[in-house]
């Protein structure tokens, strides 16, 4: 199933993408946007083999796939039209005054061949033609994708239709490079290639941070954007626990177990004020993770490792089982929900790390001075989720604040699982959540990622890009002496 | 003169940073606009001292101090009124439909306390005061200053102009921290503290790539913005050299010399193609540098090490004296202009490396081909520049596509001395001559580097930072529902 490529093979291939990119800095604005909803099409015009070859690889269900292959082609065409407008162009034009002012134009240009490591859990949407590949395209770079291990007829499948879309439209096929192997060595040689001047990955910790340390510690150090997951915490304040027993119940084992717990976004920690209520609220939890049947994770590895570290989670002192799932058969993951005190949990760092997979961890804590402890000892976070009344915010300030220095997406209520293709989306956090929260991996913005300013100073209007010439013929929104304006 | 901190003196200011940083957090856009304007007002009202000062310790000559205070005025006023407009809050609102689609709010904030360490060849635009101070507080981080060991008396008068502007604005000391001592110990501890959240730092490579490494290496890594210079070539093409041999011979030994050679962006190379009126010009060249008459450099230890690295590079095997400055006194540095062929260039790796202060080396090729061989060899430079008809470029498609992978700023004619504080500015390239080519150093841009965004999912109006609030209420500039607007 593993296509095992040769050195020079992977080498011929990451040295052609050099094709792809000068294809791609050649070409306007509107035509990159153009070609981006050409691979839309193309996978748009994907068959059923492409759901049910990545129902068998990945055990998701077919309304999932579904959804996510539309989620993919969404991202394409929302992307492609951001870059069309010019957003990340980030034209400024300053005309200068003939004389000592000299004129200087700056655009924003694709940095260079971009290698992309795609996710298990979202076959489509973070992976071969994922949100990685659409922005680095967006930015008017090539992309030399690893396939993942975890899908790679799914993978193959996906790349055949960037390609074709590519060829139809009439790019190279060296916009996309496709290279699989299953060692290591492969990924390695991909980020080290000096041909690659950025790197983005979206997967463990492990993988991420290796890859990082690789593209900053090689001769010319490149940004390695790794979006390595978090627990996510769910700050219960009493007012709205009290408030919302039951629904909250409900609501929280539902975003847990959501797609076998397999999202990065996955709420694994919940922190509450001891009391009554939340006394009550366990027993409800408990209920709820009762209904939950086991189900087959992404791959075998990884069920493993999730039955691994839930165990691993039930043997630490102080930490009680409140409550589990069905269990069926042995391979499939039974949802489980523990309970620990923050004293506990301020004493063992362990019970700090990500669990991947259908486990919460309820932290009890004496008061919100304490919660702000837990909160302040966790590292940085994708989301953070406040499940509170207007009024317990508004008694918890500290709280507040807190929070908006360790996540990068910040909810009242409702539940992080669910991560929309907008502007307003903030798709990483600070560390180690990710490895630069400057970016964000979802939502138009994540273009930004692959890109550096050119200024051109003192030009005739003829060789400057179509973003900086005087007529503005792209009509993209631009600064102009210090305005901004679309004329 | 140096005040040697103790490390416990020097982690209490640390610390206090984040009561700057939550201060800055606490204000709002606007307000922190106000307060740059007030520490503008602080500076600007400095004396005679200042100038004095800086003039003892660096040798620069007064006009040039009292320019540069002008500019570094002018940065914090500029880089304010960018603020203000919200340019760099890049606020996006989506606001949902109520039920499916959530609504969703994203806009930059701070990413924490920044060190900055500051260059010795621009004491105030580039030090204590600097762009890289006024765009990290333009973000809403805490400083935290190194002294710069080339002008402690003068960073001391410019720090207490910062306090004294915070303190009569009535914001707190604590917005800015100044650490002093002589070891590199003390700028070691500043990097890795965990507090610490970013780095700025304008200097030598090796110091540049020493804080890079110190930073992406900690247990958290943290973004690291080193501009460490660079060779900054001039592509002199054929029909531009024959119509304008003795015009651009002064042009070039002009920019060459100016400040005695210490800018980052002072044109240490220059590429030509054999011939009659190469011949001519390497003359002219000879007779320019001759009437260049030595000067004092910013501090012993960098004429030193720009005299070592003259007799070093004219040692090189083929490698010849084009001609060289009046020397009056042992200490002071002489301009010299050296002359190579591509083929000894391309054997050598010494010679593209950067020689801080008034030395050239042309490197004359045998056809466009080989000057893009050599261009090819070079690492990323901060400026390339083309000196050359608009027909010279039209004939040399391929060095104008190679030139802009190369630079963060292409000029067409003119030198690169002279980095104009404005929007269209780019001031950072491809590594070797900054670590992260996508920010600028110069211009209001700058700003960017110390920011991240965060996202608010469904929150009530009222807890919303202003800049995300319904009503607009600071008139910033935002993408709503996919549509820029200041509404």
């Known amino acids: 199933m593993y296509i095992e490529m040769s050195n020079e093979q992977i080498h011929g291939i990451i040295q052609d993408s050099l094709i792809g990119y000068n294809y791609l800095q050649e070409i306007s604005l509107a035509k990159r946007a153009d070609l981006m909803h050409a691979i839309a099409d193309s996978i748009d015009a994907l068959g059923e083999e492409l759901i049910t070859t990545a129902q068998a690889e990945s055990a998701l269900p077919i309304p999932r796939l579904q959804g996510e292959k539309q989620r993919t082609i969404n991202q394409w065409r929302s992307y492609a039209n951001a870059v069309r407008k ?7 034009i300053d005309k200068g005054d003939g004389a000592s002012k000299a004129d200087i134009r700056k655009y ?12 298990s859990n979202f076959p489509f949407a973070f992976s071969t033609a994922g949100g990685d590949t659409a ?20 993978s193959q499948i996906m790349a055949k239709a960037i390609v074709d879309g590519l060829v139809k439209f009439g790019a190279p096929a060296e916009v996309f490079g496709y290279i699989s192997g299953s060692s290591n060595a492969v990924g390695e040689q991909l980020v080290v290639h ?10 463990s910790f492990r993988g991420g941070k290796a890859l990082f340390d690789l593209g900053t510690q090689r001769n010319e150090p490149i940004p390695v954007f790794a979006e390595m997951g978090s627990v996510n915490p769910v700050l219960a304040l009493p007012q709205y626990l009290e408030q919302n027993l039951t629904a909250f119940a409900s609501q929280y084992i539902s975003s847990l177990t959501l797609g076998v717990g397999q999202f990065c976004t996955n709420p694994g920690l919940l922190l509450a004020i001891k009391g009554e209520s939340l006394d009550q609220f366990k027993l409800l939890l408990a209920q709820e993770i009762a209904k939950v049947t086991d189900a087959v994770m992404l791959h075998a590895g990884i069920a493993k490792a999730y039955s691994e570290a839930k165990s691993h989670l039930s043997n630490q002192s102080d930490v009680a089982l409140l409550g589990d799932g069905i269990s069926t058969e042995e391979s499939r993951a039974v949802a489980a929900v523990y309970g620990t005190s923050a004293t506990t949990f301020l004493g ?18 004496a008061d919100s001075e304490e919660m702000a402890l837990v909160l302040g000892k966790l590292g940085g976070q994708l ?13 918890n300030k500290n709280l507040f604040t807190l929070a908006q220095e360790k996540c990068g997406r910040l909810l009242f209520n409702g539940m992080p699982t669910g991560v929309e293709v907008v502007y307003g989306m903030q798709h990483g956090g600070p560390y180690p959540s990710t490895t630069d929260s400057r970016f964000t991996s979802v939502g138009p913005d994540a273009v930004k990622r692959f890109l550096r300013p050119l200024s051109f100073q003192n030009w005739p209007n003829e060789f400057l890009p179509e973003e900086l010439q005087n007529e503005n013929p792209l009509k993209i929104e631009r600064i102009v002496d210090n305005q901004r304006t679309v004329e």
């Open 194 to 203: 000096p041909i690659i001047k950025a790197v983005a990955f979206t997967g």
């Open 348 to 365: 063992n760092s362990l019970l700090g790390e990500e669990i991947f997979g259908p486990t919460g961890l309820v932290v009890e804590c």
């Open 135 to 154: 922005s680095a395209i967006g930015a008017g770079c090539s992309v030399v994708f690893k396939e993942h291990p975890g899908h790679p007829k799914t």
């Open 383 to 395: 989301t953070i989720t406040f499940a509170a009344t207007a009024e317990d915010v508004a008694q």
């Open 108 to 119: 924003n240009k694709g940095l260079g061949p971009v290698a992309v490591f795609g996710a």
């Open 86 to 92: 010019g957003v990340y162009s980030e034209a400024r």
